[in-house]
Structure formats: structure tokens, C-alpha cells
């Protein structure tokens, strides 16, 4: 199995140089038919303009009149004010304040020559014990993703923004009846000369805030990349410590999400929702520093954590309450290297992570009543070079503590993938990505899967 993984990865590393190579000058040809055009059309705009002022100056000389600019017929106006308007000032939705509306239309096919969960995408390869080598094909347009910024006007030093995100794997009834997924809900208060701002509703988690570019929908999720999202309330605080060195402090109280039934068949537990019956809120924190490490390229490194309970009524024990501690420590780096190759990096530790979608998706053993103990990782890096292609490559891994974990329960999880995006034009892209999943259990065989995945994509 070793010797197929490394000769699978060689030669995906092969395909991604060669096309590295070609890419070069495909895009100085692109650059200059782009230069080309708007030379063109800069021209063809001048002339019309230089046009309609000779009428007007024709027409005022024959009748003795100085040239005046309100002598334009609104026609002229309207005319001229289509040409320069630039199409980014185009309010897209009607409101008092100003809203960009934003997204992609995704649809995905996926072929595995084993069985995942949950098939649209992968968390993890599913037990051999119940069906080896079980192959199977999906596709879906459910990462298909809808959004809208909102910005208000500037009040005395004050920016109002808002945000509102969702895509549809929501709990939908079928696969060709999707729900909605809320993704980002929130407002955001900003004051840019103090370099401070306020966060109020629904977003991204403070720790953990990368994320590795896969076309498969879960980007490492329980297979070492942690963090996802949750309401909250956060504060961000940064400070220019010099022309080349940025320091940024966040900290959020953010809801502790806890379903009961995220537990699994062994679930003991009378009440829905863990995270609220604990009391009070998560805390989240982070400070990262931004400066030139390994390159003249500013890279950001940064050291985030949190700290929850949950509570739990052990119908077993009587009705006795029952705490369980959710807690992490983690590091994240981004490092450009060049204008085009860049790395990623997180790595975490940490205990009853499940709902930051860590644990291989196990939080808590109800059997021993114990929190999971679990750490993992990944690294991935960007390859950006001239011309209509980029690629992707990394791997990911979660170790959970086998002493934890009842049998049948997943010990570790690991991803290697690699992919290949081209771009159509400036909208829309079409992309393919290989990967290699292994999944270990406690007491079993290990369950691997090799994943090929298609992704159409039309970005608006």
C-alpha cells in the first residue's frame, strides 16, 4: 500500500510541472490580446466623445454663441455617461445601502473505488468489515453558493458591513431537493483609523482559520483540519508594529454547539442541545503576527485556542448531569514564497472536538463516560503560475488516542490530494482532483479509497 501511495503522489507531482512549464507562455499571450482590447476600446470611446463636442462646437459657432457644457441635449448626457460609467458601480440589488451579490454554480462528479461518508463528499472511507472495495458514483450541484455583502456609509470614523452566506447541503428530503445551509450571517462594525472592529452573528471560527483549496466540500474536515462556524461575537484588534510587521489580537464568546446525536447509536442522552444546557458561552482567541519570514513576501504565522463545556443527562446514572470539557491549541502559517507558489499550514491538539469537526467526527465516549483526546494536521501548497491553470496539492492526517475509543471506532484518518483547475474564461472554470483516503479503526482492517472528482464552476 506504501509503494502505491508514493508512486500515486510522483505521478501527480509529474503532471502538475508540466503543465507549470506550458502555462508560461499562454500567459503573455493572454496579456497582450486582454491590452489589445482595451487600447481598442479606450479609442473607439474617445472618438465617439470627440465627435459629439465638434457637433456641439459647430452648432454654437454658426450661432455666435460661446461653447457651454449645458447646451448637451440629456441624450448626450446619458450617452456619454454610459461610456465611462465603470461596471463595478452597478448597485445589483435595490436597497438604501449599497449590496453586491456574489457566488459560484458548482456541480460535482466524484467517482470511489470504496464506499465514504456521505458520498457527495468525504469525512472518512467507511469500514471494510461491511463492504470491501464497495465502488461507488456521485454527483450534486449542493456546493453551489450564494451571497450578498452589504455596506453602509461611513458615520463619524464608523464603517457598518453585513454579510449573509449559505450554500444547500442543508438536511434536504433528496438528493434533487436540497435544503439551505446558513453559512455567514453577521454585521460587522469597523473603525479603521483605530484598526478595530466588532463581529456580531455567524461566521468562521477564530481558531484554526485556514483552509487547503480542495474541490471535495469538506477541505480536510475530520481528517486534521479543524474549525468551522457558529454565532458568535468577536473583537479584532491590530496594531502596525512597524512599515513591514502587523500584530492582530481576536477573541470571541461563541456558542457551544453540542447535538446529542452527534454521538451516535451509543447515546445515553435525554436532552438536544449539550452546548446550551452547559451555561455559558465558548471562549475563542487568537494572535497572529504578519511579517517577512523565509521571503520578502509578508507570511502570517498565528497561535489560536478555546475553551467550552458541555452537559449531558446520564439517563443511565439516574438523570445525574454529567460535563464534558472541549478545549484546543493550535498553530497556523501562511507563507507566499513567490508571486506564484505559496504554502499552508495548521496543526492542533485538543479534546471533544467533534463539533469543530475534528475527532474523525467522536467527541465523547459515552461508555467510559471520557472526553476523545485527538491532534492532527495538514499542509498544502499553491501553484499559481502564468497562464489558465492552478493546482493544488497536500495531505492531511488526525490521530485520535487509541485508549479513548471503544472498538469499531474510528483511530485515524489521512487524505493526499492533488488537483488541476482551468480556467474557461474569467467566470468559469472547470476542474479535476484526485485524492487517496485511509481510514483506520480500532480492531479492524484498514478501508482506503482512491476519489476522482469533477467540479464545473461558474463564479458571478
Known sequence: MKRCTILFAVALLAVFCSQVIGAESDKLAEENAQLRGRVDKLEQELAVIKEMLMQQAAATKQAQKPVKVEELTEGDIAKLSELLREKGDKKLVKSSLEIDLYGYIKADASYDNSRTTPGNYVKWVDSENTGNNDNEFNMTANQTRIGMNIKGLEDDGLLTSG???????????????????????????????????????????????????????????????????????????????????????????????????????????????????????????????????????????????????????????????????????????????????????????????????????????????????TQGGWVAASITPQGKWKYNLGISMEDVKNGDLNAGDRSQNRSIFGNAIYSINKNTSVGFELSQWQTKRVGESDADDIRAQTSFIYKF
Open 163 to 373: 454579510r449573509v452566506e449559505v450554500d444547500f447541503y442543508g438536511n434536504g428530503t433528496a438528493e434533487n431537493k436540497s435544503g439551505i445551509l446558513v453559512r455567514h450571517v453577521y454585521m460587522k462594525l469597523d473603525w479603521p483609523e483605530d484598526n478595530f472592529s466588532i463581529i456580531a452573528g455567524q461566521t468562521s471560527d477564530v481558531i484554526s482559520p485556514l483552509t487547503p483549496y480542495t474541490l471535495n466540500y469538506s477541505v480536510a474536515w475530520w481528517a486534521g483540519n479543524i474549525g468551522y462556524r457558529r454565532p458568535q461575537i468577536r473583537l479584532t484588534k491590530g496594531f502596525s508594529l512597524s512599515d513591514k510587521t502587523d500584530l492582530k489580537l481576536e477573541g470571541a464568546i461563541a456558542r457551544t454547539i453540542g447535538r446529542s446525536s452527534d454521538l451516535g447509536d451509543d447515546d445515553t442522552t435525554t436532552n438536544s442541545e449539550s452546548g446550551e444546557d452547559a451555561g455559558y458561552p465558548s471562549l475563542q482567541g487568537r494572535v497572529s503576527l504578519t511579517t517577512p519570514l523565509l521571503t520578502k513576501l509578508p507570511a502570517t504565522v498565528g497561535v489560536s485556542g478555546h475553551y467550552g463545556r458541555e452537559e449531558y443527562d446520564i439517563t443511565s446514572s439516574g438523570g445525574k448531569n454529567k460535563k464534558f470539557e472541549s478545549w484546543s491549541l493550535n498553530v497556523d502559517l501562511h507563507q507566499p514564497i513567490n508571486d506564484w507558489l505559496a504554502f499552508k499550514s495548521e496543526g492542533f491538539v485538543g479534546e471533544n472536538l467533534n463539533q469543530y469537526l475534528g475527532g474523525i467526527g467522536q467527541g465523547v465516549n459515552m461508555t467510559t463516560l471520557s472526553e476523545i483526546r
